[in-house]
């Protein structure tokens, strides 16, 4: 049954190859219609929802001693399988993109003069609707398109203070402010992750958890102390401060370990697509300067 259910698999992941293939053909062809490589994003994601019934399956007969292998090579497998379709759904999204150009919002009057920074109400209106149109486009079975104005931030740099020179940059602290409909949304994604709480975060970490907050940490390490104190022993603490950590983190590898954790498929593509090509402007002087 194993040998029958591995046979199964590969014919499907041949069927996938075939289908990457032809999607690499439509990518160079001039005459491409969107409705083409629409239906084979169809055709890859119902493949992709076979092989993760396939690998599951897999998974309840596989020896003790293949399991490590098993769920090593099938994760792998489903990462680029992910990577793929991400390619694919940025593929359409530039397509319809080009298409609609004429009916998108344009950016708005303070990203182009520092002295229009209030937005007008028209303009308010006009970002409540792109959110609306951009919350209802996540729920399709195609791409999943986040607009512009959710990966838009400014950037509003706080001075550190003490005797930091306040010439230069180093003393201080950016801190972002982004689009409240985008926080909103992120956070009704929140109960999805419930599957992997099991795994992440480590029982250890104290930030970005209910309930816990530095003074815990703080306890742990003190407590510790006191215990190795007490009983004549030498303690060693090493503490560790990352420079930049946000401003220099590896997207990438985050998003691979993510996907080593359980979250696959449009959960992955669409962080994915909320976390690219984002965007930010710094508030000086009254102004925003520069959008990157």
């Known amino acids: 049954m194993d040998s029958k259910l591995k046979s199964v698999r590969a014919g499907h992941k041949g069927a996938v190859t075939k289908l990457l293939v032809k999607f690499d053909e439509l990518k160079s062809k001039t005459d491409t219609e969107v409705d083409e490589v629409k239906a084979l ?11 993760i019934d396939l690998n599951n399956r897999l998974l309840e007969q596989t020896s003790e001693e293949n399991l490590e292998q098993e769920i090593t090579d099938s994760d792998e497998y489903m990462y680029e399988l992910d990577c793929k ?38 303009a308010r209106v006009d970002m409540n609707t ?52 985008a926080k909103i949304f992120e956070k009704s994604l929140y109960p999805r992750f419930d599957s992997v709480y099991i ?16 003074i815990h940490a703080s306890f742990n390490l003190q407590e510790s102390i006191r215990h190795y104190i007490e009983r004549n022993s030498d303690v060693i603490v090493v503490l560790l401060d990352s420079t930049k950590a946000f401003d220099s983190v590896w997207h990438d590898a985050l998003f691979y370990e993510l996907h080593k954790y359980g979250v696959t498929g449009d959960l992955w593509l669409l962080i994915d697509e909320i976390y690219s090509e984002m965007r930010s402007s710094v508030l000086f002087n009254g102004g925003l300067v520069g959008l990157n």
């Open 41 to 51: 994003d169809d055709a890859v994601t119902q493949k992709q929802k076979t092989l």
């Open 199 to 214: 795994k992440f975060p480590h029982q250890s970490q104290m930030a970005y958890q209910k309930e816990l907050s530095s």
């Open 130 to 181: 792109c959110a609306i149109d951009s919350m209802n486009q996540q729920y399709s079975i195609h791409a999943p398109a986040v607009h512009t104005h959710w990966k838009t931030s400014v950037i509003i740099p706080l001075f550190k203070g003490g005797n930091k020179n306040k010439t230069d940059p180093n003393s201080y602290r950016g801190i972002s402010l982004t689009s409240c409909i």
């Open 85 to 122: 379709i991400r390619q694919i759904r940025k593929f359409i999204k530039s397509f319809e993109t080009n298409i609609i150009s004429h009916d998108t919002v344009g950016p708005s009057t303070s990203r182009l003069n520092p002295d229009a920074y209030n937005f007008t109400p028209e």
